[in-house]
């Protein structure tokens, strides 16, 4: 499996491919970051992630995208522009047909270092080691794209899985509320 992982953010979009499959080595395929001027305009900035995430995709044929899941921060202005550049990872993804997974910061942390809590070097530190580079990359924007990447690899089949079961379960328990609705009106055919 490859997988393009996407740190989102207007000023530093860390991309990272890794492939791989779950239980195995996994090797880094690329990573980089896609950068904007601060001082030009958002949509303009949103152009140049999306031209950038566009160049990635084409050249590394990724199977899945996983993205950073956009978490509540107190800087509402930052919050705004990575959920921006998240709109654009996922834009992308859809337009080719690709599978779209949201993973969140603290479970990239727990998959890869195994504490949700871990700090960022320890996050960079674990990517190295895993995907045997000789030095971590740089900035922890990149580490953390590679960190999404394998996190989806080790826990993404699994949880699709799980959320189709739980979406099985619900359509289950809602058709038989419906037919039991219908049972007691006497409308059941």
């Known amino acids: 499996m490859r997988v ?3 740190d989102p953010g207007l ?3 860390g991309i990272g491919v890794v492939e791989g499959v779950a239980g195995r080595r996994l090797t880094m395929a690329g990573v980089g970051v896609i950068r904007t001027p601060a001082e030009a305009d958002v949509p303009e900035r949103l152009v140049l992630i999306e031209r950038g995430l566009e160049e990635w995709l084409d050249e590394h044929q990724p ?5 950073e899941r956009v978490f509540s921060q107190h800087n509402v ?3 705004m522009g990575t959920a921006q550049a998240s709109a654009v990872a996922m834009l992308c993804a859809a337009r080719r047909g690709l599978p779209v997974a949201l993973h969140t910061p603290s479970e990239v942390k727990a998959a890869v270092t195994g504490s949700g809590r871990a700090e960022k070097a320890q996050v960079g530190a674990m990517v190295t080691r895993l995907l045997g580079l000789s030095a971590t990359p740089k900035p922890a924007d990149a580490a953390d794209a590679l960190a999404l990447a394998v996190c989806h690899i080790w826990r993404g089949p699994a949880q699709n899985r799980l959320q189709q079961a ?13 037919h039991s609705q219908h049972r007691r009106k006497g409308t059941v055919r």
């Open 63 to 67: 199977e899945a995208v996983a993205v």
């Open 11 to 13: 000023t530093r979009c």
């Open 77 to 79: 202005r930052t919050v």
């Open 4 to 6: 393009l992982g996407v």
């Open 166 to 178: 739980v979406a099985a379960r619900q359509a289950d328990a809602a058709s038989r509320a419906h």
